[in-house]
């Protein structure tokens, strides 16, 4: 119906015409889809598709639907994925905003394979600002961050008060086992942050 009207939808959407809809799961499709993605760059475009869906059936509502490829004014940085954060103040996203300055959540979509270096956050890092989009970052990886990007993650928090954190395949499947489930995704996302804070 929607190809019909000229109405874009997510890829999960898409099943077999035998299937019945009340059947599909978007959790497990967007699992499926994660797995068949090769890491590296012939798969960087699946990926981002991939990050642009999982963020929105994991955390919107409460955030706005992802805003992709958004750009500054001079066209310089060039976020992959934004998240506008409008969720109540009582919420772990408000908190979020209000103590974070998370006002927009930052998302990079890193299909690399190997870990993630110092340099991918510090790019992510340079996207976020106080009067911008705000101070929280999430690089989206397939294996997570190495040695030095978790030193410069740090620093950048630190110095500048930018929270960066990393997930990586492992933390995108248990998140869509706990939305299938009924519970919060976002209670990975507040544990990654608890973990950083209390290494530090």
Known sequence: M???????????????EEERPAEREPADE??????????????????????????????VPPLNTVIPQSSNENGVNRRDLVLPNYAPADTFWGFLRLHYRGDFIVAEA??????????????????LSH?????????????????DARWTS????????????????DDYHQMLLTHRAGGDPAELVRQRIEDFRLRI
């Open 30 to 59: 967007l699992r499926r889809r994660l797995i068949a993605i090769p890491k590296g760059k012939g798969g960087a475009s699946a990926f981002e598709q991939f990050a642009e869906d999982v963020l929105n059936l994991l955390f």
């Open 131 to 147: 009067h911008g989009t705000g101070l929280v970052g999430m690089l989206l990886t397939r294996i997570g961050l190495a040695q």
């Open 2 to 16: 929607a190809r019909r009207v000229g109405v874009t939808t997510p890829a999960f959407l898409a099943v077999p």
């Open 110 to 127: 890193k299909n690399y394979s190997a870990p993630i270096k110092k340099e991918q956050v510090l790019q992510l890092a340079n996207y």
């Open 154 to 169: 740090r620093e950048q928090w630190l110095l500048y008060n930018k929270l960066i954190i990393g997930l990586g395949d």
